[in-house]
C-alpha cells in the first residue's frame, strides 16, 4: 500500500512538472510575440517619422505654399503633379536640362510625384493666348517651373513689359483653376555678348520679387562675365545651351528641388 502511495504521488508530481512547463513556455511564447508586435509597430512608426523629416529635408528650398500642398496632396494617396514649361531652351527632345531634373525628381520623390515637360518654340505672348496654355492648365499642376520664354521675346521684338503681362496672364489663370497653384520664374539661359537681355532678365527678376513670385536664378551657376567660358556652355546659335550647358542648369535646379 505504502509503495503504491508513493508511486501515485510520483505520477502526481511529474504531471504537475509538465503542466508547469509547459505552461511556463505557453506564457514565454506569448510574451515574446508580444514584444516582437511592439518593437515591429515601434520601428515601423520610426520609420515612418524618418521618411517624412527627409522629405520636409529635401523640400526645405520649395516655396511653403508648395511643401504644404504637397503634404496634402501624398497624404490622400494621390501624386502631387508638377510642370515644367518654356522654350525650346528646356531641350526635353535631348536629354537636357528638364529631362534630367525630371529624372532626378522622380527618382528621389518616388511615385509621391508626377512630373511632366511641355516645351514650346514660341513667344511669351503667343504662349499665354493660345493653345498651350490650355494645354498646360488641362494637366492640372499644382506647381509651375515656368522659363517664360524672355529669349524667345527678345529676338522676336516682344518687350519686357509684355513677359511680365504674360506672366501675370498665366499665373491668374492657373490660380483660377486651382487658388493652391503655385508658379516658380526662372530666367532663359544667359548669352554672350548681349546688352539689352541680360536688363532684361534682371526686369524680371525684380518683376518677380515686387509681385512675391519665387524666382529662381541660375544664372548665378553660370561664367556670365566670362564670354569665351560662357560661349563653351551654349550652341553655336546661342538659342540653347550645350551639353555641358544643360548639365550647369540642371545641377542648380536639382539641388533647389532636391535639398540633400
Known amino acids: 500500500m505504502k509503495t503504491f502511495s508513493l508511486f501515485l504521488l510520483g505520477i502526481i508530481c511529474a504531471g504537475v512538472l509538465v503542466y508547469g512547463n509547459m505552461y511556463w513556455q505557453e506564457?514565454?511564447?506569448?510574451?515574446?510575440?508580444?514584444k516582437s508586435t511592439v518593437v515591429t509597430e515601434s520601428a515601423s512608426e520610426e520609420k515612418v517619422t524618418d521618411n517624412e523629416k527627409d522629405v520636409d529635408s529635401l523640400m526645405g528650398n520649395w516655396p511653403e505654399e508648395a511643401q504644404a500642398t504637397f503634404k496634402k496632396t501624398v497624404a490622400t494617396g494621390n501624386p502631387y503633379k508638377l510642370a515644367i514649361v518654356g522654350s525650346l531652351a528646356l531641350g526635353a527632345d535631348e536629354n537636357g536640362w528638364s529631362e534630367q531634373v525630371k529624372t532626378e525628381l522622380t527618382d528621389t520623390y518616388r511615385d509621391t510625384i508626377e512630373v511632366k515637360i511641355f516645351q514650346y518654340d514660341?513667344?511669351?505672348?503667343?504662349?499665354v493666348n493660345g493653345e498651350n496654355v490650355d494645354e498646360v492648365l488641362e494637366y492640372e499642376p499644382q506647381l509651375v517651373l515656368f522659363e517664360p520664354f524672355a529669349l524667345n521675346d527678345n529676338s522676336n521684338g516682344v518687350g519686357g513689359e509684355n513677359n511680365q503681362e504674360s506672366i501675370q496672364i498665366f499665373e491668374r489663370k492657373?490660380?483660377?483653376?486651382?487658388?493652391?497653384?503655385?508658379?516658380?520664374?526662372?530666367?532663359?539661359?544667359?548669352?554672350?555678348?548681349?546688352?539689352?537681355?541680360?536688363?532684361?532678365?534682371?526686369?524680371?527678376?525684380?518683376?518677380?520679387?515686387?509681385?512675391?513670385?519665387?524666382?529662381?536664378?541660375?544664372?548665378?551657376?553660370w561664367p556670365v562675365d566670362d564670354e569665351e567660358a560662357l560661349g563653351e556652355l551654349l550652341v553655336d546659335s546661342q538659342e540653347m545651351p550645350s551639353e555641358e550647358g544643360h548639365a550647369v542648369w540642371a545641377d542648380y535646379l536639382v539641388e533647389y528641388f532636391i535639398n540633400e
Open 27 to 34: 506564457r514565454t511564447s506569448v510574451s515574446s510575440e508580444e
Open 122 to 127: 514660341t513667344t511669351s505672348l503667343t504662349f
Open 174 to 221: 492657373l490660380k483660377e483653376q486651382n487658388e493652391e497653384a503655385v508658379l516658380i520664374l526662372q530666367p532663359t539661359h544667359p548669352i554672350a555678348g548681349a546688352t539689352y537681355y541680360p536688363m532684361q532678365i534682371e526686369e524680371l527678376k525684380e518683376f518677380a520679387e515686387e509681385n512675391g513670385i519665387p524666382y529662381v536664378d541660375h544664372w548665378s551657376a
